[in-house]
């Protein structure tokens, strides 16, 4: 992994300059799959019906951001407002927080 660390707005980023991190290993691209139902994440509708289902609500604080909070938890999931910004990381941020619920797959 090599890329440039950066500290903006109070949050630390690894920056990979000419690379997309939507791609993986070979060019292919990265999608969140929501294991129960085996549904490609194709929006942030879709995205936002699935997690609602598991108890993850909407924050409209920051008009930048989609977030969602757990009441039953202190994770919060932030994500940019445009789906075509959705990246690996946030993929994988879900991921963590919904444990055997979504997978990372490269298509």
Known sequence: MSGVWVFK???VRLENPGSDSLQGSGGRRKVLIHIPSNDV????????RKLSSLGWER???DPELL????????HLISLPKDFGKFR???????VVKNRNI??????
């Open 102 to 107: 979504f997978e990372v797959r490269d298509m």
């Open 41 to 48: 994440i194709t929006s942030y509708a879709v995205l936002e």
């Open 59 to 61: 924050y409209y604080d």
């Open 9 to 11: 707005n109070g949050v």
């Open 88 to 94: 690996s990381m946030h993929m994988y941020d879900i």
């Open 67 to 74: 977030q969602f909070h757990k009441r039953s938890t202190v």
